[in-house]
């Protein structure tokens, strides 16, 4: 997040790939991952109507030695002193941050099985985690909880290029998944800025929708099958599921987005989806919401089969994102209300800019847009992506950020981010320091109903806090919209889902959670 110069960066990369190789520089690999991360408060002392469940055992060494006889010492790190495990009981926001002092990561589903079945008999609540990206405290502890971490399960299980099918372990990187699969002409379904952290297993398990939703659709169409460890050990697999099979109940689809609350993901099948041999990606300065929906209707007409994403960006993300990409020339001349991204990918590249730019002419010559750029080639490309993919972490850079994902209907889609941002100039809070707030940001996924709603702020407090909340869920409620939209239910959302669902299906999911896991010991405090 800017705290750490390229150089630095590198040469703490070096260090930690050799504290996998020597054990004797475990503490040091984790002290200076510790450094470039500002320490969170304690989630128990922030939320303390929240309370440990008494029935969860408190870890002792016989648990201690059991673990260190099915796992080797490279697979877990124990440690009373809290800097040596923050980036584990941490949330990427510095939001959240638990009190585990166990982190096992198994590199194996058996491994996974056992320490489950353990953990079940022993009532050791448990938390899984995948690349701790998380936006809504669902990966890191709120208490003493272990942590799952699914890092070292991280092998391509097999490909088949006919087909498209993609088998991996859970803990693959997102990054390593789509390089993987271009070095055989295919795409993963799915792409997000957290790509080169963010792992396979946690993006089915909290079904993120990411940057191509539009033309790819949900991870509950592209989930071909999943191997998944219960609460009490038992491994349920259909990871070799056919693209067609009308065979009872669809269980896959009661683990993804369930987000590691009645099962451990640690397997995938997924459709790869064939490589475009063409990209290109335009960016627009425009002036009011109305006009980007326009062009969005215009694009789904125009652009049709190649249109592959439609992102937009209002002032305040873009003016935080400049100050953060502080070295990197911005593509437009003059500053504008709102910025759409639009990319599109095909077969042809000499049809696919033939369509792209008469688009963007027409565009230019009705005066739907103030003034725009398209990408001349990869680098071009790259680069106005770059804007669009640094918001979120651009919003973070300041010391934090209260996060919304939502959806709404898209007439309504940016009115949540005004009436936020109107709510919190009337108090006073954005502004320059000694202000808490910096700005108030909307972005997101116009082709989904899709906002983010980001309030970068310089601290967290009490105050920021209840003029949000339950401000912004009675909003969305009161347009029938969805409080997550992508990003899931987490710690941050528990107890929230009246505003969206129903009470027989809040006791349906309530129910399944009993079901399958009736001690309460996955990721305990969470979602139902």
């Not at 998380?134 to 890191?140: M, N, Q, R, T």
């Not at 806090?465 to 528990?494: C, M, Q, R």
Request: with cysteine; charged share 25%; glycine share 8%.
């Amino acid at each position: 997040c800017g705290l750490i110069s390229v150089k630095e960066w590198l040469q703490i990369l070096s260090w930690s790939m050799t504290y996998w190789r020597c054990k004797g520089l475990k503490t040091a690999y984790i002290r200076i991952m510790t450094a470039a991360h500002p320490v969170a408060q304690l989630t128990a002392e922030a939320y303390p109507k929240v309370k440990r469940n008494p029935n969860f055992k408190v870890l002792d060494s016989e648990d201690l030695a059991y673990f260190r006889s099915i796992l080797s010492n490279d697979e877990i790190l124990n440690s009373q002193a809290p800097e040596e495990l923050a980036s584990f009981n941490q949330d990427w926001m510095k939001k959240y941050r638990g009190q585990s002092n166990l982190i096992l990561l198994p590199n194996s589903t058996d491994k996974v099985s056992k320490i489950m079945k353990y953990c079940n008999d022993k009532k050791l609540a448990v938390v899984p985690q995948g690349g701790n990206t998380d936006l809504v405290g669902a990966s890191v502890p709120v208490f003493d909880e272990i942590v799952l971490s699914l890092r070292n399960m991280n092998k391509v299980r097999d490909f088949d290029p006919v087909s498209g099918t993609f088998k991996c372990d859970a803990g693959v990187v997102m990054r390593d998944a789509h390089q993987f699969l271009h070095d055989h002409d295919h795409i993963f379904p799915l792409d997000l800025p957290s790509r080169n952290n963010c792992q396979v297993g946690g993006v089915v398990s909290t079904n993120a929708g990411g940057l191509n939703f539009l033309r790819y659709g949900s991870l509950h169409g592209n989930v071909l099958g999943l191997e998944v460890v219960l609460p009490n050990g038992e491994i349920i697999s259909n990871i070799n599921a056919l693209r067609k099979d009308n065979t009872g109940y669809d269980l896959k689809q009661l683990f993804i987005g369930a987000e590691g609350t009645i099962g451990v993901v640690t397997g995938v099948s997924i459709v790869a989806a064939a490589k475009p041999k063409a990209l290109n990606a335009v960016f627009f300065g425009i002036e009011n919401f109305d006009t980007v929906q326009k062009l969005f209707v215009k694009a789904k007409s125009e652009l049709s089969e190649i249109l592959s994403a439609f992102e937009f960006m209002d002032r305040g993300s873009i003016e935080c994102t400049i100050e953060y990409l502080k070295d990197l020339p911005f593509p437009l001349e003059n500053q504008h209300n709102f910025y759409v991204l639009i990319e599109t990918s095909g077969s042809n590249k000499r049809h696919d800019d033939e369509k792209l730019t008469a688009f963007l002419k027409d565009t230019t010559d009705s005066k739907l847009i103030s003034e725009g750029m398209m990408a001349k080639d990869k680098a071009d490309f790259d680069r106005l992506w770059t804007w669009r993919k640094s918001v979120p972490t651009a919003c973070n850079s300041y010391g934090g950020m209260y996060k919304y994902d939502m959806s709404l209907q898209l007439k309504d889609l940016y009115s949540v981010s005004a009436a936020v941002t109107e709510r919190l100039n009337a108090a006073g809070l954005i502004g320059d320091a000694p202000k808490p707030v910096v700005k108030s940001c909307g972005y997101g996924h116009v082709g989904d109903g899709n906002i983010h709603l980001n309030i970068a702020v310089r601290e967290f407090t009490k105050q920021i806090e209840d003029l949000l909340e339950p401000f912004v869920y009675e909003y969305i409620a009161s347009k029938k919209g969805s409080i997550s939209a992508e990003h899931g239910i987490g710690f941050h959302k528990k107890g929230k889902l009246h505003y969206t669902r129903s009470d027989i299906e809040i006791r349906f999911m309530k129910d399944i959670k009993n079901h399958y896991d009736p001690n309460g010991i996955l990721n305990p405090y969470k979602y139902i």
